[in-house]
């Protein structure tokens, strides 16, 4: 029999086909929340890494005779009590906290993504033994530990990294060890296997990428809860410690002097919630595009 | 659904709107002027109460309301006045005092204040394995010192005996003109020995005796609650000696840690009195409520100390350039608002009309050429160093300010490192910084109360600064030296040393900053920041 | 029903035991002892006051010593507070800390659940996207920015709120309690939202409309139960959270409860105290975490099973 003429129109009329990617894209570009986040984060990236090209003022240049005014001309956000320029500061403070947590949260994920492979993918009873770890350190109350550590071992850079990302992987490795469990089971595992790929080529050319869907929705999510937590430790006294200031450090300043100089308060309040808006966005964004059956967590 | 809806709403209406309490009843100071109970601001959580033990300025205001010595102070002129003692006689060399005590003084529990109460308690805080830190205190009294430091056991051979049940005999070793005045310290208050011991052996430092509900105190107030972290109450003693003259029926000590909550407090009328006053709200105060602003010159000195066995710190040269390059009136002016004075010296101007002197000034033309001098020229090459203090916001504050003047009038970087109290403590006495900031509350007017803090051998040292005529001054020459003049002479030139050598950066001569409402009568300020609470009333305001 | 918790109680103990011998080395590797003050106290004194602390054993002994005082419910005597126990303090600061929490956790259950299952009634409204903005912005906006501006707002500017304390004047304990409690409410009510979604399409929903129940009727004896699951699961991270979020609030209002000593004990190196708090908090914890569960369960078979896996 010839082919009907109608199966070829039929063809041409079907819509191009799509990947997985493509359409978790798709529906991301629809969600206008999502994509403010995304538009905002990536301009607050770019301004905050020509910062020092691109600051008024410097960074610790003080003018003791002005003191604190509000937005000026000259200041656009105003100055502290040092006379220093609030919009100088607010943008070196969101490269420190923009730092933080990317690092710390990377820290996490690689903690997080190397554990939970090999924990889902070897399974059994080293499966079980690395789980039951997880379940012990992720109950222990990890607040206190992370003021206790910050106490203990004074205040610096790496060990703030550290503490953080060290009770972030937790939940990474969860997830991961979940999808790669439900991903090794399928027949192109086996498949490779039996063709003689590695079982360490197999984990990264093939069961991290297919499981990475819900890594990189849960990424963008912890980001702002670390920079949460950093912000909190640094109110504590605990986190950054001056002359760097973050985010979290401006705003427990800027409470000192909330009722005299309110904008010390409201701009690196506003930086912060803000960003942590466009973060929490689009990480739901994310979440809703690659998986638009998953409940809300 | 519409129900439900307007079920949620009205529910949470009504719970915000009960919680809300009375909009316009009685403030608590309105109340305190009413009752005669006094709301105190007092920054901290008292550590105890035990008179020995406790270094603290927040104890020694509650203290104070509690506990008796032989002599107690004035307000207003900090003259010795009758305490325990009702009258004492001074022998013609200086160095034997004999008090007489009055026979009507009790302890809370009804118990007669002895002779013997007194001796006893000095022997305990004098014990070597109790650990007060004011010991160094009773030094001037003969052999004190040798017991206290476990090298004579026999408490018989110091110089404090009981001639009868009300008279106390006390020997110095050479006179000590301020003795009178080192007795209204708490060190050397008395305590109740049977109810102490029947807590544990008196030299435990943790024995729960000093705790309300079991606590036994001579002094004008006692004990009724105490709760950690929110209040701790004193009501007036009925069974004082003097409780005619005490007209306030009771004290409210808070622990208001946070300044910028205290002052709100204070605003809100839940506070008489403050502990501190936030800088941002001083302009304000003073324009607008001068009438409750108390700022006064008090006798402390805020420095920096200097390790002087570090680099570059080790230096002269480099110290005294780092002393003439702040400008300290701007700092004084701009960043505390006037609150404390700039200072070049370390024995606070007008103690007890002592005049310190003038080694250096603000002339950074001159610490330009001595680091240049030092092999720094404009800063070039220099290591740096860190300065640590402690956290706090006015420590902050100042210490950025001038690590930029710093660095703009030397062009140096210095690092900042604050640390909290116990572990900033630890790094002085370990020698663990290069540069810190100190601060020292003379413990009675006089200028030795500073000056002795850097002998060579000064537990409070720490800088590695040793000068044997500093120490030959004021350890031998000026204490045996009766006439003021010339004492102060030799004070002089010990300080001269001290200031040539720069093993301390002199910055401000300290003064407290309170809020007091207009309804408190009888608390003056005074040099030494005293209250004697005897003195104290309230006025319901009109 | 009953393996099951007995096999969660037994998990819990590694959980407490590790607890404990962490913070215990670590504590003691902390610089700045307990003894260190302005005025130097000499070699002695410190050696006899480690010895009344027990400081001068070895570390092992020390240890042991610790675990047998504490089986007994003896915490020890505080290192800052000479004359008082850990025990003495612990609860003095937990009734407090306690009615902090509750409070915030009725605010943020009442608040959260309402505004959620009112958001899931009509989705993609208005009625969803304005509590679902604020609960973005409870989450986005940490305790100790919002406690500060409600006291701005309120307490300032206002003049209707009383700005610090626990008890002292009526109605303080409002402000601590919704700023300890907001950001919960935004978890709680995204989480009941979404659970509330996922159950309303579910064909036993549509046969009782279709049975023509009333639509409250509907939503609250049917859907309610299952949509508020996962909220239910919740409640134990959700009481950790609480706790350390105690912290900033005691801080920021001055509140005597328990967070406040933790911290104080801490910059203090008052080593007992840190140990006994940490420890109890994480009993708490872990205790809590343990009944959430169990609820959990109860209201759902299918989740018992998941944990056998």
């Known amino acids: ?297 | 659904m519409p129900q439900i809806r307007a079920v949620s709403f009205v529910l949470l209406f009504s719970l915000f709107l009960s919680a809300c309490g009375g909009g316009n009843s009685e403030t608590r100071v309105e109340a305190g002027n009413r009752e005669g109970v006094l709301h105190f601001g007092n920054h901290s959580e008292p550590q105890g109460l035990d008179p020995h033990i406790v270094t603290g300025v927040p104890e020694n205001h509650i203290i104070l309301s509690l506990f008796e010595g032989l002599v107690s102070k004035n307000p207003y002129t900090l003259e010795v006045e009758p305490g325990v003692a009702e009258s004492w006689e001074i022998s013609e060399d200086g160095r034997v005092y004999t008090f007489h005590l009055r026979n009507n003084a009790k302890w809370s529990n009804g118990d007669p204040v002895t002779a013997e109460d007194f001796r006893w308690s000095w022997q305990r805080a004098l014990s070597p394995i109790l650990g007060s830190e004011y010991s160094y205190m009773y030094y001037g009294i003969v052999n004190a010192e040798a017991y206290n430091k476990g090298d004579m056991p026999d408490f018989s051979q110091v110089g404090v005996k009981v001639l009868d049940t009300l008279t106390l005999e006390v020997t110095l070793i050479s006179p000590v003109p301020y003795f009178l005045q080192l007795t209204d310290h708490h060190s050397m208050y008395p305590i109740h020995r049977s109810s102490v011991e029947s807590f544990g052996a008196a030299d435990d430092r943790i024995a729960p005796w000093a705790r309300e509900g079991s606590i036994v105190t001579n002094g004008a107030f006692v004990v009724t609650e105490w709760q950690v972290n929110s209040h701790v109450r004193v009501e007036k003693n009925p069974l004082y000696w003097d409780a005619d003259k005490v007209k306030l029926n009771a004290i409210v000590f808070y622990p208001t840690e946070n300044l910028v909550t205290e002052e709100r407090m204070f605003r809100d009328g839940q506070l008489h009195r403050t502990e501190e006053i936030p800088l941002e709200k001083i302009a304000t105060y003073r324009q607008e409520q001068p009438e409750v602003v108390a700022i006064a010159p008090w006798i402390g000195s805020y420095f920096y100390m200097i390790n002087t066995t570090r680099h570059p710190l080790d230096d002269v040269r480099v110290r005294k350039a780092l002393a003439m390059s702040i400008d300290r009136e701007l700092v004084s002016e701009t960043v505390i608002q006037g609150v404390h004075l700039p200072s070049t010296s370390l024995v606070p101007p007008g103690t007890l009309g002592y005049e310190p002197p003038k080694v250096f000034s603000y002339d950074p033309e001159q610490a330009r050429a001595l680091l240049a001098e030092a092999g720094y020229p404009n800063g070039e090459g220099f290591p740096g160093f860190e300065l640590l203090y402690n956290t706090h916001e006015d420590h902050r504050k100042i210490a950025v300010a001038l690590q930029q003047m710093w660095l703009e009038n030397l062009n140096i970087n210095v690092n900042l490192v604050n640390q909290e109290w116990k572990v900033y403590l630890d790094s002085h006495n370990n020698m663990n910084y290069d540069m810190s900031r100190r601060g020292w509350i003379g413990d009675f007017v006089d200028p030795y109360t500073f000056l002795n803090m850097y002998i060579s051998e000064g537990g409070n040292n720490n800088t590695g600064f040793a000068n044997a005529r500093y120490d030959e001054i004021v350890l031998k020459e000026a204490p045996a030296e009766l006439d003021r003049d010339k004492r102060y002479k030799l004070y002089r030139e010990a300080e001269t040393i001290l200031l040539e050598n720069m093993p301390i950066l002199p910055v401000f001569t300290y003064q407290f900053k309170h809020l007091i409402q207009t309804s408190v009568k009888g608390m003056p300020t005074n040099i030494m920041d005293h209250y004697n609470y005897k003195y104290v009333s309230l006025e319901p305001q009109g | 029903m009953w393996r099951f918790i007995t096999f969660r109680i037994l998990q819990s103990i590694p959980v407490i035991l590790t607890v404990i011998t962490v913070t215990f080395f670590l504590v003691r590797a902390a610089p700045g002892g307990p003894f260190d003050s302005e005025k130097a106290v000499n070699a002695q004194v410190k050696a006899a006051l480690e010895a009344r602390y027990q400081l001068d054993l070895p570390m092992h002994e020390q240890y042991l010593s610790y675990l047998s005082d504490l089986f007994a419910g003896d915490m020890g005597p505080s290192f800052y507070y000479p004359g008082r126990s850990v025990n003495d303090l612990i609860f003095q600061g937990l009734p407090i800390t306690a009615e902090l929490g509750l409070y915030a956790l009725i605010f943020a259950l009442l608040v959260g659940t309402l505004a959620g299952v009112f958001a899931a009634l009509k989705p993609n409204t208005i009625q969803d996207y304005i509590p679902m903005s604020l609960a973005m912005i409870g989450i986005c906006m940490p305790s100790f920015l919002l406690g500060p501006l409600l006291v701005l707002i309120f307490g300032i500017w206002l003049d209707i709120m009383p700005i610090s304390g626990w008890g002292d004047t009526p109605g303080d304990k409002v402000l601590p309690s919704i700023t300890l409690g907001a950001m919960y409410a935004a978890y709680i009510a995204r989480l009941s939202r979404s659970g509330m979604l996922e159950i309303m399409n579910q064909d036993y929903i549509r046969t009782a409309r279709a049975k023509g129940l009333p639509e409250h009727t509907v939503v609250i004896r049917h859907a309610l139960r299952g949509g508020l699951l996962p909220v239910i699961s919740y409640l134990g991270p959700a009481f950790a959270a609480l706790l350390s979020g105690s912290f900033v609030v005691e801080t920021v209002f001055q509140i005597p409860g328990l967070g406040r000593f933790y911290i104080q004990a801490a910059f203090n190196r008052d080593y007992t105290m840190i140990l006994g708090t940490t420890v109890f908090l994480s009993t708490l914890i872990v205790v809590f975490n343990l009944l959430s569960d169990v609820l959990a369960a109860w209201l759902n078979p299918r989740l018992r099973y998941q944990f056998r896996q």
Request: glycine content about 10%.
């Open chain 1, 1 to 297: 029999m010839t082919e009907s003429p109608d199966i070829e129109n039929l063809a041409q009329a079907m819509p191009h086909g799509t990947s997985l990617w493509e359409d978790a894209v798709h529906r991301l570009r629809k969600n206008k929340l999502a994509m403010f986040g995304l538009c905002y984060l990536l301009i607050l990236v770019l301004v905050c890494l020509i910062t020092p090209w691109i600051a008024p003022y410097g960074y610790e240049e003080q003018n003791l005779r002005l003191g604190a005014v509000g937005p000026t001309a000259e200041h656009w956000l105003g100055t502290d009590t040092f006379g220093r320029d609030l919009l100088t500061r607010i943008l070196y403070g969101g490269r420190i906290s923009l730092l933080v947590g990317f690092i710390a949260t990377f820290v996490a994920l690689a903690i997080g993504v190397g554990y939970g492979a090999i924990a889902g993918y070897v399974g059994g009873r080293v499966d079980a033994i690395m789980m039951r770890l997880v379940d012990i350190i992720y109950a222990l109350p990890y607040m206190i530990f992370i003021i206790l550590l910050m106490v203990v071992f004074g205040r610096n850079l790496l060990l703030l990294f550290l503490a953080i990302g060290a009770v972030e992987w937790l939940v990474m490795a969860r997830i991961v060890r979940g999808q790669i469990q439900s991903l090794r089971q399928q027949e192109y595992v086996e498949a490779a296997l039996s063709l003689g790929l590695s079982p360490a080529a197999l984990i990264i050319r093939h069961l991290i990428p297919n499981a990475l869907g819900p890594v990189i929705v849960y990424t963008t999510l912890t980001i702002p809860n670390v920079m949460l937590l950093e912000a909190f430790l640094s109110f504590l006294g605990l986190g950054i410690q001056p002359p760097q200031s973050s985010w979290g450090v401006l705003i427990s300043y800027g409470v000192e002097t909330m009722e005299e100089f309110p904008w010390l308060l409201i701009f690196p309040g506003l930086a912060l919630t803000v960003t942590l808006f466009a973060l929490n966005f689009l990480g739901d964004g994310l979440r809703d595009a690659l998986d638009p059956k998953a409940s809300k967590d």
